[in-house]
């Protein structure tokens, strides 16, 4: 296992997600308990330390199973993190009731790592109201009092909604987890975000580094082009080699949902192999030819703004529907747009097509909206 510093500590490159648990029948709220169980006993024999959890995982018991999975071990052989369910607005008034039950299911009566949970678009109000919510003023308390080691926060919001944490709380804050891969790295600004952080001195947790499983297989010519500048290197493998060649990177969180997974993942962790700059550049390649494919061609050049009666942010609404479109679906592009009033949102293109008129790139966008309101339902 490959070590990062951290503060003084050696934390594993590699850590343990608690969010795809083996589960049994496909219920994602009944954890495999053996499994689980024993996928953790593997990792801390092999040298993984840092283990992620959340309030909301696996219908609220993945920090029970985690909870009774570290138990196992002594205090001080593993570091927990776990997160305040901030992406639910019902959670906002019950800091400290939710705080105290955590640190119940997991067990422990501190944790080593405590994150706002998915700073986004439709929260970023709620946590910077600290006077209404008083979430931010809780937590910086029990950090005061030693219940939290190291306080950060996750982030999938753009990255003006980063910006804007980052302004308020940014001083306090010790580590930010992205999301974060080579396709990502463009598609979702990725670059930029770890830039900015990099500004403030905030090293770079990582989540999602397969994007959901979509970066463990690739097309056959793409996976060919990677086998030739490695031919023993695994295709899963890439992401993390991408990853380990961030210099601000200290944290890489993967999802692991069986013990095979686990066990190829401890293999390619056993060393540090960093990109060059050919296989760097060639795999950021192979990145803007997928996301190429069925996503519309915008350069947030603006134009089609100054011609929309309705004043939408046409780039912002073709980003996201970019996104929706090829992940499949997913919560990234509808929690966004849910911070949006009804007459900024898709569905209120009046199709006149002026945008279309003026788009450089020559998008249908009256299409292109549609076709995502529809998507939405």
């Keep these: 296992m490959i070590y990062r510093d951290f503060q003084g500590m050696k934390l594993s490159a590699l850590g343990f997600g608690a969010m795809r648990l083996p589960v049994i029948e496909g219920d994602d709220s009944r954890i495999d308990e053996v499994a689980a169980l024993r996928m953790v006993d593997t990792a801390m024999k092999n040298g993984i330390n840092y283990y992620d959890t959340a309030w909301g995982y696996h219908g609220q018991n993945s920090e029970l199973i985690m909870g009774k999975a570290l138990a196992e071990y002594p205090r ?38 405590y994150l706002f949970h998915n700073v986004c678009e439709m929260n970023i109000d709620a946590y910077l109201d600290d ?13 005061k009092n030693g219940r939290i080691r ?32 080579y396709l990502d790295w463009t598609f979702q600004n990725g670059k930029e975000k770890v830039e900015l952080l990099n500004e403030w001195n905030i090293p770079v947790w990582v989540m999602e580094p397969l994007r959901g499983g ?15 500048l490695r031919p023993d290197e695994e295709i899963p493998a890439w992401a993390f080699r991408f990853l380990q060649s961030i210099p601000s990177v200290t944290m890489i969180l993967s999802g692991m949902s069986s013990q095979e997974q686990l066990e190829k993942n401890l293999e ?20 803007d030819k997928m996301l190429s494919v069925g996503t519309v061609p915008c350069t947030a050049c603006h134009y089609c703004v100054s011609h929309c009666p309705m004043g939408l942010d046409i780039p912002n609404l073709l980003s996201l529907y970019n996104e929706h479109v090829y992940t499949g ?39 292109v909206l549609a076709d995502f309101s529809e998507r939405l339902g």
Excluded at 166 to 174: Q, R
């Design 76 to 113: 001080d052989s593993y570091y927990v993190a776990t997160k305040f369910p901030g992406y639910d607005a019902s959670n906002w008034p019950h800091v400290k009731e939710i705080f105290e039950r955590q640190l119940e299911k997991l067990n422990v009566n501190y944790f080593d790592f």
């Design 214 to 228: 979509k970066l463990a297989k690739l097309p056959a010519e793409y996976e060919a082009e990677l086998k030739v």
């Design 131 to 143: 006077e209404k919510y008083g979430i931010y003023s809780y937590l910086i308390e029990q950090k």
């Design 268 to 287: 390619t962790f056993a060393e540090d192999k960093k990109l060059n700059d050919t296989e760097m550049k060639t795999l950021l390649g192979i990145a």
């Design 150 to 181: 190291h306080l950060g926060f996750s982030c999938h919001g753009n990255i003006d909604v980063l910006k804007r944490f980052l302004e308020a709380y940014g001083k306090d804050m010790e580590f930010c987890q992205l999301q974060l891969n």
């Design 329 to 367: 679906g997913g919560f990234i592009a509808p929690m966004a747009l849910g911070a949006l009033p009804d007459d900024k949102k898709p569905q209120a293109c009046l199709q006149c097509r002026s945008c279309e008129q003026v788009c450089p790139q020559q998008i249908r966008i009256s299409e």
